[in-house]
């Protein structure tokens, strides 16, 4: 059972516009949620993370929006830029260490 | 440098042949994970750990063994492999946070198992 879901495998936005990325998660008891980047050849590094008391958290071009009625959250990446182009994971924990991933969303922005 | 690192980086085998991934990390955390990341299934956590010999079992364990015998430390055991653990695995450390802070990963370990 897949309790951290990312339903878009990919993405492609123009250089400049809008990224959004989705997850939706299904325990309600999760309330540290993170995104993760990954570069090919490499690990994931943390991107920005937010606790389930906030409804947002801003880093630069980088915002996370929890919705947590709708056990949702988003990454909003403002203005994209070609570097990047790479996959996001979205993560979730629950008062453990342990993260629970999802299945990522591949980013491409094209110029 | 504050640093996660693996070794080998990238390793072809033959099944049943024992191998050994070995994982480092310089920042002093508490917390050390193993994933494996597989097409179209996220990462998954095979084996974590707590502190020193403190270890368990995460959602894939099967066919994995690990040890933690220092801090800094976190091997991973393939005692028999099979081409089912063919995959991208990573390491990651934290520290004991209670869910709160991100783990750092490793560049990651592409085992093929023949």
């Known amino acids: 059972d897949q309790q951290v879901k990312q339903n878009s495998p990919s993405l492609s936005v123009q250089e400049g516009r809008i990224s959004i990325l989705n997850c939706d998660y299904t325990n309600s008891m999760f309330d540290y949620f993170l995104w993760y980047k990954k570069y090919p050849a490499e690990g994931p590094t943390f991107l920005i993370s937010i606790s389930s008391i906030k409804d947002k958290n801003e880093d630069g071009r980088f915002t996370v929006f929890l919705n947590k009625s709708a056990k949702h959250l988003s990454l909003h990446i403002v203005p994209s830029q070609p570097g990047d182009s790479a996959v996001y994971f979205c993560a979730a924990s629950g008062g453990t260490d342990k993260l629970i991933f999802g299945t990522g969303t591949r980013l491409q922005v094209f110029p | 440098e504050a640093q996660v690192t693996q070794n080998p980086r990238y390793l072809i085998t033959v099944t049943g042949k024992k191998l050994t991934v070995t994982c480092s990390q310089n920042?002093?955390?508490?917390?050390m994970s193993w994933y494996r990341q597989d097409p179209g299934l996220g990462l998954r956590q095979i084996y974590y750990s707590m502190n020193v010999e403190v270890t368990d079992k995460g959602d894939v364990p099967e066919g994995y063994k690990v040890s933690r015998k220092e801090k800094r430390n976190f091997p991973l055991i393939l005692e028999s492999p099979s081409p089912n653990q063919t995959s991208l695995y990573f390491c990651?450390?934290?520290?004991?946070?209670?869910?709160?802070?991100?783990?750092?990963f490793g560049p990651g370990t592409r085992l093929t198992v023949l």
């Open positions: 990651a450390s934290s520290f004991f946070s209670g869910g709160i802070n991100e783990q750092f």
């Open positions: 920042m002093n955390h508490e917390y």
